[in-house]
């Protein structure tokens, strides 16, 4: 079977969909029964993975990668190939396809929450959406609680919405004697800054901990795609906290292995995601998180994590002082965390992800 895998986000500087998408092509390239299928990978520009040629072929297609370069442009490419099904990673593929479609969509954020982006961004993932919630031969989603919100915003059809748990990446595996040595208790925060974060709130909770306790520090890790726009170098300098909060933009995954290896606390204030995978990736080093208490959270890491409301910033100072000087709390987490990280594994996401394609072909 020739398999079409739109590849665009393993180009540049690979984020959430391109880790995720390097994980399953990792997979793939071991397992025996993908042996039987032939992967033909879609991109703009080279690639940020080394994989086997003779099985992963890539095809460069020019443009910029963006919307048109998917809807105009990549459709001829493939249907110059002769593919048995597209597998796209990333929530849309070409609407017009002639073959099967499976698409991942990781949550449905533009259409619960359109006020997080722009008029014409809100739109377009709207209207590509969900006509790919129609139309593609399958869904597959992240969570249960994704698989509601497509059914529900979407109005994708349940019984081709599949919920297929991603591993859990360790971005950069680091010796306990390489890791950075420092006398400061370090928070970490991974992930694209949207509104829906709450970094600010993170910020200002740090802010009080810092009055407290001279010796704690924050990183703050991903790019800034706030709308409306948040201005985070304002919020940090109000804190007046010098050198204890460095805001990284974007670190290799070497940096960022070092970096969970040397927190003590994770804080993900999120109030929507379709599964959010960095904390996780923090208690894979055994590192607790302070999360949002919401239906997905509670989902993805149960006990393993401590939570707190909305905006109370209060309660996450509080919070993240527990997680840092409270070894017992601490450790109760940490108890946790084996049942939940044996629900994400890749070589399982892998396999039931491959059988989504090949039923879909």
Known sequence: MRIGVDARELCGKPTGVGRYLTGLLTEWAAAERARRHEFVLYAHESLGVTLDARRFALRLVGGNGGTRWEQQQLPAAVARDHLDVFFAPGYTAPVFARIPLVVAMHDVSFAAHPEWFSAREGLRRRVITRRL??????????SEFSKRELVELLRAPEGRVHVIRPGISTPGVVSAGNAAA???LRVLYVGSIFNRRHVPDLIRAFGQLTRQHHHVCLDLVGDNRSYPHEDIAAAIAHQRAGRQIQWHHYVPDAELG????SARAFAFLSEYEGLGLTPLEALSYGVPSVLLDTPIARESCGAAALYVRKGDVAAIAAALTTLLFDDQARQERLTAAPDVLARYNWPQAARETLAVIESAA
Request: proline share 0%; no cysteine; aromatic share 6%.
């Open 133 to 142: 919630a129609a139309h593609a031969s399958a869904i597959t989603t992240l």
């Open 182 to 184: 420092s006398a400061d």
């Open 258 to 261: 070092r970096l969970y290896e």
